[in-house]
T-cell receptor
Framework: AQTVTQSQPEMSVQEAETVTLSCTYD???????LFWYKQPPSRQMILVIR??????QNATENRFSVNFQKAAKSFSLKISDSQLGDTAMYFC???????????????FGAGTQVVVTP | DAGVIQSPRHEVTEMGQEVTLRCKPI?????LFWYRQTMMRGLELLIY????????DSGMPEDRFSAKMPNASFSTLKIQPSEPRDSAVYFC?????????FGPGTRLTVL
């Protein structure tokens, strides 16, 4: 079974600064997907970014970027130019590739609470 | 485009009562997922469907929980009888690719 570990329960960052969230996972699979979701106080789960394991290039979405280290099984999220609206719980998630019978099943980490302060 | 729709948004009930949570997935999505979120256990996958057929219900905690998907645009999660330990936020999500799109959740409180 896959496990996803987020070792930082909470992080605080000032507006306009950069914060990096860590995520490690354990799998014997070679093909899979990794995701970061954010859950603001409204509790809506919002997709932030996605990475396919077969792609060496790190995914980027505006101020959000990842550092994907496949050999190390590490998938960190960097939030640049932090804004007050980035305050949320951030979840890392793993999913096997669609060719397996577990297509669609996410394994979520415990989450990291990010607080952006003025 | 409407996202995933869940109802009700909040539900307060008494122990022993039947509770039904409802979900309308995004049109065209062929996968539907039910999750439960608690402080103690985080996000747990309860069950998921593909083309209205249950694929994996190994996360359903016990026989008091049941889920149905009678058609592509509607699913229900039922708890009968409800217990205080069922208090949680229940999310529905749908997908037609790797990403899952979540509804706003139903906060269930069982007194």
């Amino acid at each position: 079974a896959q496990t996803v570990t987020q070792s930082q329960p909470e992080m605080s960052v000032q507006e306009a600064e950069t914060v990096t969230l860590s995520c490690t996972y354990d799998t014997s699979e070679n093909n899979y997907y990794l995701f970061w979701y954010k859950q603001p106080p409204s509790r809506q789960m919002i997709l932030v970014i996605r990475q396919e394991a077969y792609k060496q290039q790190n995914a980027t979405e505006n101020r959000f970027s990842v550092n994907f280290q496949k050999a190390a099984k590490s998938f960190s999220l960097k939030i640049s130019d932090s804004q007050l609206g980035d305050t949320a719980m951030y979840f890392c998630a793993f999913m096997k590739h669609y060719t397996t019978d577990s297509w669609g099943k996410f394994q979520f980490g415990a989450g990291t609470q990010v607080v952006v302060t003025p | 485009d409407a996202g995933v729709i869940q109802s009700p948004r909040h539900e307060v009930t008494e122990m022993g009562q039947e509770v039904t949570l409802r979900c309308k997935p995004i049109s065209g999505h062929d996968y539907l997922f039910w999750y439960r979120q608690t402080m103690m256990r985080g996000l747990e996958l309860l069950i998921y469907f593909n083309n209205n057929v249950p694929i994996d219900d190994s996360g359903m905690p016990e026989d008091r929980f049941s889920a149905k998907m009678p058609n592509a645009s509607f699913s229900t999660l039922k708890i009968q009888p409800s217990e205080p330990r069922d208090s949680a936020v229940y999310f529905c999500a749908s997908s037609n690719g790797p990403e899952q799109f979540f509804g706003p959740g139903t906060r269930l409180t069982v007194l």
